[in-house]
């Protein structure tokens, strides 16, 4: 099992590439202006993978800006992903030469150009692929050409060392793929049926995070637009200070200490030798993450101050958490120790992840209020307080500008990996859970009727929004953008979605609004 999710606990995507495909296969032969590769087709999808959209980041370009990829002789065998990212906590197959991607198309043809929705898997920034994420769903029932993406990680990804060039110009290398991999299917994309001037970025955890990233970045504009951002604590992003004494301190640690020699130092290391992450941001024990680096070119200004000053892409947005984000973290804590969080430890957790608001926040989630159990009430603080009004505070301030679509994932009963299952308490609707309804993933009890209707409602929400810039899907309970105060939020529940106009109230925003630093 791997972590599709925020940090590197855990997650509801299994390990490994994406399901056997059912069906026989033939081959299909796609030409690009890089070259021609042959895929796979089945009944109602066709798959390119493996695509390289930039040259590999070895030698001299470790730590470089992405490059493009070199035109290939002959036809490309792209009926394999390719290695995952350097990364310490998969098995499998990794390595530094990893910068591919990989192409869903429905089959069928059709005069008109399908819209496109590029995939920025989740993972901390640490680990994690885009062959974990099958989206023959979306490609088929959605009707969209769907890109998944590898980008560099941890280190090889996000190391802010002062030696390894400018300030401008360091700590977001995996940051730039994307960019590039984006630049690619704007050029590339026509060959398999999408329309490069209906793009739509989307991702979870730390691909959502990615995805507020490009919002802000300058290089990011055009490349897009609309945006769909999941279960993303956009504002656990390092400054350039914070990541510059983590990067020194990292490089002494496999043996770079000196300053003035560490570029030549790191780039002589094997890749595996920097396959330990530098730890940017911490969201608990159970939680941290490495990625993109604030004040630099590539990001000169964070997603939550671009929002909050109007300077963010204004394309329409749709964002949400889900009702119970921390619980999979609160289990994984559990399963780790086999207790959860005590009550003589649960001022300090909090203190952890608040500082001085943690006093503050312990009166008000008790664990009292939560039928006297710690993990849910620090469950509870997390949730709020890091993922649902800081998605609430992003979707309002967006919302001034441009369109903004809102939703909580609320599937009390969502199936969840074994490692989830074991807690002495309701993991419910947790971090990355969702993903299951729409990509056809595996590592969890199989949807049960009521939820598969619930996934092909999110499927058709979805692919409506990429292929419209509105959420708004036949059939459908209809789904209106953010506007004013109290303003309305979908539930996506398997008993019925519905709009709410309680979700600031259920997660007691007005409260975190009053924090030091958090209004």
């Not at 159970?286 to 630099?296: H, I």
């Not at 804590?333 to 006093?359: Q, W």
């Not at 309701?426 to 199989?446: C, K």
């Amino acid at each position: 099992m791997v972590v599709a999710g925020c940090g590197h606990g855990g997650s509801a995507v299994p390990n490994g590439s994406a399901p056997a495909y059912a069906g026989p296969l033939d081959a299909a032969v796609v030409r690009t202006p890089v070259g021609s590769m042959r895929g796979l087709v089945a009944a109602d999808y066709r798959l390119f993978q493996g695509i390289p959209y930039a040259a590999p980041p070895v030698g001299a370009l470790r730590w470089q800006p992405p490059q493009p990829a070199a035109r290939w002789p002959g036809t490309l065998n792209a009926t394999k992903p390719g290695p995952q990212c350097i990364q310490e906590t998969r098995s499998g197959k990794t390595n530094e030469s990893c910068l591919t991607l990989n192409v869903w198309t429905p089959t069928g043809g059709r005069a008109d150009k399908r819209p496109v929705m590029v995939w920025i898997h989740g993972g901390g920034f640490v680990n994690g692929s885009g062959d974990i994420y099958n989206a023959r769903w979306l490609a088929a029932k959605g009707h969209i050409v769907v890109v998944t993406l590898n980008y560099r990680l941890g280190a090889l990804g996000f190391l802010a060392h002062p030696s390894l060039g400018a300030p401008a110009d360091v700590g977001n290398y995996g940051l730039a793929d994307q960019q590039a991999a984006l630049r690619w299917v704007r050029d590339n994309i026509t060959a398999f049926g999408g329309d490069p001037a209906k793009v739509t970025i989307a991702g979870e955890s730390a691909g959502g995070m990615s995805v507020c990233d490009h919002l802000a970045a300058p290089g990011s504009a055009g490349l897009f637009r609309a945006a769909i951002i999941q279960s993303a604590p956009c504002q656990a992003q390092p400054d350039l200070a914070t990541a510059q004494r983590i990067s020194l301190d990292y490089a002494a640690s496999v043996g770079c200490p000196d300053p003035a020699a560490a570029a030549q130092c790191l780039g002589a290391l094997p890749a595996t030798a920097l396959s330990r992450p530098p730890w940017y941001t911490h969201i608990g024990d159970a939680n941290a993450l490495s990625g993109p680096v604030v004040g630099t070119g590539v990001l000169p200004v964070g997603p939550i101050a671009a929002f909050g000053g109007g300077r963010a892409a204004r394309v329409p947005v749709l964002i949400g958490v889900n009702h119970d984000e921390f619980t999979m973290f609160a289990a994984l804590r559990y399963a780790r120790r086999n207790h959860g969080v005590t009550s003589a430890e649960y001022p300090a957790v909090l203190a952890d992840i608040f500082g001085a608001d943690g006093r503050g926040v312990l009166a008000h989630y008790p664990p009292d209020r939560y039928g006297g159990d710690v993990s849910l009430a620090y469950s509870a603080a997390v949730t709020d307080g890091v993922f649902s009004c800081v998605a609430d505070r992003m979707a309002v301030a967006l919302s001034r500008n441009a369109p903004v679509y809102a939703y909580e994932f609320d599937d009390p009963h969502a199936p969840a990996p074994d490692s989830l299952r074991h807690a002495p308490f309701p993991v419910g609707a947790s971090h990355s859970l969702e993903l299951r309804y729409l990509f056809n993933v595996g590592g969890a009890p199989p949807l049960n009727p009521a939820q598969r209707a619930l996934s092909d409602q999110m499927i058709a929400y979805w692919s409506q929004f990429v292929s419209t810039g509105t959420p708004k899907a036949v059939g459908q309970p209809e789904w209106p953008k953010l506007s004013g105060d109290h303003a309305p939020w979908m539930s996506l529940r398997p008993d019925g979605s519905r709009i709410t106009t309680t979700f600031e109230g259920d997660h007691q925003c007005a409260f975190w609004a009053t924090l030091k630093g958090r209004s």
